[in-house]
């Protein structure tokens, strides 16, 4: 589930995209084209992190030397229907770091939050990534359709916190 752009592109950044990048739409990720005009780029994945809300995201700089940061769930819409998005962006199994093109769908505010409010129930987890330290939060839900409980914090890999999730009773309120 993610926001609108904060920024409509402009023509120079849409051609940054369509000539310095090619899209991998079913893993949802991005590449460097080989020769997109730059002497360092050698091709290869494009280099990513974690924002402070969960999600991948990268940043680039145009030729005339503009900087931004793009999120990537938008970058794969873009690729897949050659224009920006600007409507929300929902990820349908609300996994903000699956960007695969089937996961993503545009929606208004009553859909994301439908996805987001609606699908949980108690005992669900929830693990997202600490933005100051660089480590895993784990959250449980401990009633049905919302209320969510801090569970531990100090994971270094997404993959642990869910191990431990599996390890742990669900908490009351």
Do not use: C
Not at 141 to 157: I, L, M, Q
Request: glycine residues 8%.
């Amino acid at each position: 589930m993610a926001g609108k752009p904060k920024t409509i592109w402009s023509q120079e950044v849409i051609d940054h995209l369509n000539n310095s990048y090619t899209a991998d739409l079913e893993l949802g990720k991005i590449y460097h084209k080989k020769d997109n005009g730059r002497w360092w780029s050698k091709g290869g994945e494009q280099k990513t992190h974690i924002d402070t809300h969960g999600y991948v995201s990268f940043n680039i700089t145009t030729q005339s030397g503009k900087h931004m940061r793009l999120k990537m769930h938008q970058v794969i819409l873009f690729f897949k229907n050659g224009k920006q998005p600007l409507s929300l962006i929902d990820h349908k199994d609300r996994d903000k770091q699956n960007n695969a093109h089937w996961n993503l769908q545009e929606t208004d505010d009553r859909g994301n939050t439908r996805n987001k409010v609606n699908n949980t129930k108690k005992g669900d987890f929830r693990v997202t990534p600490h933005s100051l330290r660089g480590d895993w939060m784990l959250y449980v839900v401990v009633e049905d359709f919302g209320k969510w409980k801090y569970v531990k914090r100090g994971f270094k890999t997404k993959q642990d916190a869910l191990d431990y999730s599996l390890t742990i009773n669900v908490p009351t309120v």
